[in-house]
T-cell receptor, first 112, second 115 residues
């Protein structure tokens, strides 16, 4: 079936380092992908998106890369800060009704 | 600031009880969704609705039902709560008219414990 999954469940980084969170997807028809950040006790919040006609998109300290050949997404966070500690989800739209398929999530832990 | 509001942050219910989880959005969105979130399993779609009185099953609808009598409100019903329904429940919405820009807006979640 369709899936959007993550390679690693937990990522620990030092404050100031760059973080890379990876995600694989199975549905080649997905045309729009989103990264969400979920802090403890809160619902997921939009970070950055990318459409399938793009390879890269940059935001403030975050970059998303899309490799359609191998069906892979990554989220790069520059100069990781303690406030970046959260669970990160990738998600892709699939099929009708605007349904999002979510990956299992990666917990990012930032150490001083 | 646009919002999706879930009526309860924490709920504790007994096995066999009928449980109602309420979700209200103020963005005039057509599409609303209920997910449950469990560690290591990510977000799994229970039910969704693309219009008033319309509903569609998601990936794990067993043991749940939904109600959408008004556009702004989408209720999740646990007909007879069981301990395996202990989870975080997330409501989300998205507009059909604006396409898929920015994806869903989520509520803060309801953490349900069934004892």
């Amino acid at each position: 079936g369709e899936s959007v999954g993550l390679h690693l469940p937990t990522l620990s980084v030092q404050e100031g380092d760059n973080s890379i969170i990876n995600c694989a997807y199975s549905n080649s028809a997905s045309d729009y992908f989103i990264w969400y950040k979920q802090e403890s006790g809160k619902g997921p919040q939009f970070i950055i998106d990318i459409r399938s006609n793009m390879d890269k998109r940059q935001g403030q300290r975050v970059t998303v890369l899309l490799n359609k050949t191998v069906k892979h997404l990554s989220l790069q966070i520059a100069a990781t800060q303690p406030g970046d500690s959260a669970v990160y989800f990738c998600a892709g739209f699939s099929g009708g009704y605007n349904k999002l398929i979510f990956g299992a999530g990666t917990r990012l832990a930032v150490h001083p | 600031d646009v919002k999706v509001t879930q009526s309860s942050r924490y709920l504790v219910k007994r096995t066999g009880e009928k449980v109602f989880l309420e979700c209200v959005q103020d963005m005039d969105h057509e599409n609303m969704f209920w997910y449950r979130q469990d560690p290591g399993l990510g977000l799994r779609l229970i039910y969704f609705s693309y219009d008033v009185k319309m509903k569609e099953k998601g990936d794990i609808p067993e043991g749940y039902s939904v109600s959408r009598e008004k556009k702004e409100r989408f209720s999740l019903i646990l007909e007879s709560a069981s301990t395996n329904q202990t989870s975080m429940y997330l409501c989300a919405s998205i507009s059909t008219g604006t396409g898929r820009n920015y994806g869903y807006t989520f509520g803060s979640g309801t953490r349900l414990t069934v004892v």
